[in-house]
């Protein structure tokens, strides 16, 4: 079945630099991926969805990237801000079409 | 603007008791899933609904029972709850169930003890 890995280790930076965080999956390739974002004691919000044709999406300063060779999708915050700490999930189609979700990556933006 | 709504927000429950999590969403969304999430896990699908009449399981679905009697709400059952079953349960709705964003409530923390 389908597996989803997202570095489990808190990713640190300094405020004004980018975060990347990973997104790695197992067997077939999704036909697309999204990314949440997760904050304490809420819900999951979707920001950002890029489908297999695509190498790469962009949202003001967030940019996601999908290679099925890799089987790894990348998801980047340029400029980041406090206010961008929070956790990040991956998420994509299990061959049933339902999603299945990575265990998130906490980044923490320091000031 | 509600969006997705979960009621309760917290609840302790004993061994044994049961109770339904309340999720209703008002963005006329034909889909509605129910998600549990245990610390440093992904979220695990429990029960789904394509439609008004419509529920199938998920793949955590045992001691949790759903119905959908309307587009609006779909109510989660623990008929006998179990310490296991101590999470974070998130209701979410989407328009479509590929490639469209799904849409959360801000969950229900639930202790059984």
């Known amino acids: 079945s389908q597996k989803i890995e997202q570095n489990s280790e808190a990713l640190n930076i300094q405020e004004g630099k980018t975060a990347t965080l990973t997104c790695n999956y197992t067997n077939y390739s999704p036909a697309y991926l999204q990314w949440y974002r997760q904050d304490p004691g809420r819900g999951p919000v979707f920001l950002l969805l890029?489908?297999?044709?695509?190498k790469e999406k962009r949202k003001e300063r967030l940019k996601v990237t999908f290679d099925t060779t890799l089987k790894q999708s990348l998801f980047h915050i340029t400029a980041s801000q406090p206010a961008d700490s929070a956790t990040y999930l991956c998420a994509l189609p299990n061959q049933g079409g339902k999603l299945i979700f990575g265990q998130g990556t906490e980044l923490s933006v320091k000031p | 603007n509600a969006g997705v709504t979960q009621t309760p927000k917290f609840r302790i429950l004993k061994i044994g008791q049961s109770m339904t999590l309340q999720c209703t969403q008002d963005?006329?969304?034909?889909?509605m899933y129910w998600y549990r999430q245990d610390p440093g896990m992904g979220l695990k699908l429990i029960y789904y609904s394509v439609g008004a009449g419509i529920t199938d399981k998920g793949e955590v679905p045992n001691g949790y029972n759903v119905s959908r009697s309307t587009t609006e709400d779909f109510p989660l059952r623990l008929e006998l709850a179990a310490p296991s079953q101590t999470s974070v349960y998130f209701c979410?709705?989407?328009?479509?169930?590929?490639?469209?964003?799904?849409?959360f409530g801000d969950g229900t923390r639930l202790s059984i003890l």
């Open positions: 979410a709705s989407s328009s479509r169930t590929d490639n469209q964003p799904q849409h």
């Open positions: 890029i489908r297999e044709n695509e």
């Open positions: 963005m006329n969304h034909n889909y």
